[in-house]
């Protein structure tokens, strides 16, 4: 495949939206292993990661390829605009679904059973605009499920954290999902498609954003304490809390592409502060919590 078609399907998935599941997936990995897990272990984790989010987001972008034509916002994205076929961008999520099983087989019995139907579970959000606005919600989730996989990856079986730090990354996912589609509004009300924004307008849908960045942070906190993650834990949580709040509160621009923009940024600088918090903790032996 030609240089300048491997970077167009690199440009479908966005690459650099896997810095916001992939710092979660890791700390999760390095609870698991109370450390560092084997580099077998770990480059099959960075390889399962990698095939399903492209898969994931490939279908997104073919599912949604009749509405992006429609939406002056993305009707320059690479189907509605020819830069890929649709043929192309089936065969893609096909070739990453097979490489995300075949890269679950290797890792462990469970990992493999767990691999079809998660995959599958990924690609559902897609559909959820077209019927519900809990969309924000389900994408939250199916980006959430990076935790337990991880988990699983490492250990063969599935734990109440992992999955708490999944429900975590929901809630952030979900509150800037909810801030990504207020670009959308008008579009999604003209198409009749469901979304937060559409249905609560602007002024409504950023209090729901904050409200599950509230949740987000409640949650981390107890989860810190109930498993006793120590100080390294807790601190970067109290800098993520200030964060949140200039971003939601304290900015002074109200405008919705610097708001994206602050929110993706932030989403990134979340995700690392989560991996290093965890990290740290695990590492100076602060918590014993995940010992086999």
Not at 201 to 210: A, F, Q, T, V, W
Not at 238 to 251: D, N, T
Request: some cysteine; aromatic content about 14%; charged content about 10%.
């Amino acid at each position: 495949m030609p240089l300048a078609k491997i970077t167009e399907y690199a440009k479908l998935v966005r690459l650099s939206h896997t810095l916001f599941a992939l710092p979660f997936a890791l700390a999760s990995m390095l609870a698991a292993a109370n450390g560092l897990p084997s580099a077998k272990v770990f480059l099959l984790i960075l390889a399962c990661m990698f095939a399903a989010r492209n898969g994931a987001m490939a279908f997104n972008r073919l599912a949604d390829a009749r509405f992006d034509s429609l939406n002056p916002r993305t009707a320059s994205r690479h189907l509605p605009a020819g830069r890929l076929s649709k043929n192309g961008v089936i065969v893609f999520i096909v070739l990453n679904g097979v490489a995300f099983v075949f890269f679950a087989w290797l890792l462990n019995p469970f990992a493999f059973y767990c691999s079809l139907p998660l995959f599958l579970f990924l690609l559902s959000y897609s559909l959820w605009k077209r019927f519900s606005s809990l969309s924000h919600f389900m994408l939250g989730f199916a980006i959430g499920a990076s935790p337990l996989g991880a988990w699983i990856a490492v250990r063969g079986e599935p734990s109440i954290f992992p999955i708490m730090l999944g429900i975590i990354l929901a809630f952030w996912m979900a509150g800037f999902d909810i801030i990504y589609a207020s670009q959308d509004m008008e579009s999604d009300k003209a198409l009749g498609l469901h979304s937060i924004p559409a249905k609560f307008g602007i002024e409504k849908s950023m209090r729901i954003s904050l409200f599950c960045h509230i949740t987000m942070l409640l949650l981390a906190t107890v989860t810190g304490i109930y498993w006793n993650l120590g100080l390294p834990w807790l601190i970067s949580f109290a800098v993520i809390s200030i964060a949140l709040l200039y971003v939601h509160l304290f900015r002074k621009s109200n405008d919705l592409d610097c708001m994206n923009r602050d929110f993706f940024l932030a989403n990134i600088a979340i995700s690392f502060l989560v991996l290093l918090g965890l990290g740290t903790s695990i590492f100076i032996g602060d918590t014993n919590a995940f010992i086999p």
